[in-house]
């Protein structure tokens, strides 16, 4: 019942793992890459979904040692793709706020490259607003040095956050990621086009790509293609996979 010490054992036992959801580019319709989500392998209980759980990480602080493991974990994964001729897959990597302000987000990113041999462009780290923000000069010094290295950065759930637009350019970021709340009824409700279309035409104003998650149907996909979104990624194309079956999804593309 008490699930910060069921998770300290879960952590301890190694039941935790990760599904890999793939983003399609909508200009080649080829895999551009995959976000790795987190899993609970729980004896008695089957495969509980980070909605569950993750937020106990957060709250105990846990997350920050899980998610120095979810990141080695990623580039495991990366160099077993590579190994077995599935060839190089990019993995965008979520980082909990706390991981972000409390851990050593460069010395876990570079020790993760180093001991699996995987390139840095391979890499992908998806952050929150709340968490870039909340110490914003730090926040530029470390999204520098994470430039050095060589990985790409994301921000996640975009649109839903407090983030300062002054900040946004003044931040080395590589992406923006369109939070599904805007692309639920894009269709259908012109509000949320609109933010969804301001948010397309602002990052490729600040060079910046942009991908739209939660994707479930061709209408979705259609209208995100024509407003020039640069990827999708949701149910429509895939749910998150094992990462036996997301390595032959992209053999099976290429
Ligand atoms: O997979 P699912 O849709 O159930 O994920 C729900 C939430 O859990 C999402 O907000 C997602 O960002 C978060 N989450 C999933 N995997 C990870 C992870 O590896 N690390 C962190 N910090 N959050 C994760
Ligand atoms: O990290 P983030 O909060 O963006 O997590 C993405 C979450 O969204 C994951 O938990 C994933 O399982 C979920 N998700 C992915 N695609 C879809 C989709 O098409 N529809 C819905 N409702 N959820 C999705
Ligand atoms: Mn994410
Ligand atoms: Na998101």
Redesign the pocket.
């Known amino acids: 019942l008490d699930m910060e010490l069921a998770l300290r054992r879960a952590f301890d036992n190694q039941e935790l793992l990760l599904h890999f ?1 793939p983003k399609v580019n909508l200009l080649t319709g080829a895999v551009a890459g995959v ?1 790795s ?1 987190l899993r609970w392998q729980r004896p008695g209980f089957g495969l509980v ?3 569950e759980f993750v937020p106990v990480l957060e709250d105990t602080g846990l997350v920050v040692r899980v998610g120095a493991w979810i990141i080695d974990a990623a580039c495991k994964q990366i160099a077993a793709w590579q190994r077995d001729g599935v060839g190089p897959v990019r993995v965008a990597v ?1 980082v909990a706020s706390r991981q972000f302000i409390e851990g050593d987000l460069e010395q876990e990113v570079r020790d993760a490259l180093a001991r699996h041999q995987v390139a840095p462009e391979l890499l992908e780290l ?1 952050l929150t607003e709340t968490a870039l923000m909340s110490n914003a000069e730090r926040t530029i010094t470390v999204l520098k040095n994470l430039k050095a290295i060589g990985i790409k950065v994301a921000i ?2 975009f649109g839903t956050g407090y983030s300062s637009l002054a900040y946004l350019q003044r931040f080395p970021i590589d992406k923006l ?1 369109i ?2 709340a805007f692309v ?1 009824e894009i269709t259908t409700n012109p509000n949320d086009a609109a933010i969804a279309l301001a948010i397309i035409s602002m990052a490729h104003s600040l060079k910046l790509q942009v991908i739209a ?4 149907t061709r209408a979705q996909l259609e209208y995100l293609r024509r407003s020039r979104c640069d990827e999708i ?4 194309f895939s ?2 996979l094992p990462p036996q079956e997301l390595g032959e999804l992209v053999k099976s593309g290429r």
């Not at 990624?233 to 429509?236: A, I, L």
């Open positions: 959801q976000e989500l979904y980070p909605a979520n998806e996640d759930d990621k939070d599904i639920r998650e939660g994707v479930e990624q949701g149910y429509f749910r998150p």
